[in-house]
């Protein structure tokens, strides 16, 4: 179970918003997403959780999480193989570009900007 204070960490990064497409989730029951998913051994930190509408199977969520997108969720950062660590995985945030996340809840964009992946939703 992720920590209270993790989910909010996450939520203010995040700006309360669906880091795909943006959408706003204050209000709704906001979904965390694990990015080294957890039956990969990913754990409930801030680098390792991303802010997205739906659940598993809709909405962003479930998007990044059917079978056709999981390459462009990958490109993207938002979902991290299991030999790596999320914490020097670039992730795609709708507002800031290429980031990488830190396990105290901040977001720091690349000084590098490439393009986001082809094929995100917008």
Do not use: Y
């Not at 960490?9 to 906001?30: C, I, K, N, T």
């Not at 990044?64 to 790596?84: E, F």
């Not at 996340?101 to 490439?114: K, N, R, S, T, V």
């Amino acid at each position: 179970m992720i920590a209270t204070g993790t989910r909010q960490d996450v939520l203010a990064r995040d700006d309360w918003r669906s880091v795909l497409r943006g959408a706003v989730v204050l209000g709704q029951a906001p979904n965390m997403h694990h990015r080294k998913l957890r039956s990969r051994g990913g754990p409930d930190t801030a680098s390792n959780l991303v802010t997205l509408s739906g659940s598993g199977t809709t909405l962003d969520h479930g998007w990044v999480h059917h079978g056709s997108n999981i390459t462009v969720a990958t490109k993207a950062g938002l979902i991290v193989n299991s030999w790596h660590n999320p914490l020097a995985i670039p992730v795609w945030l709708w507002s800031k570009g290429w980031c990488l996340l830190d396990d105290d809840g901040f977001a720091w964009p690349l000084e590098d900007q490439d393009p986001a992946p082809e094929g995100l939703p917008s």
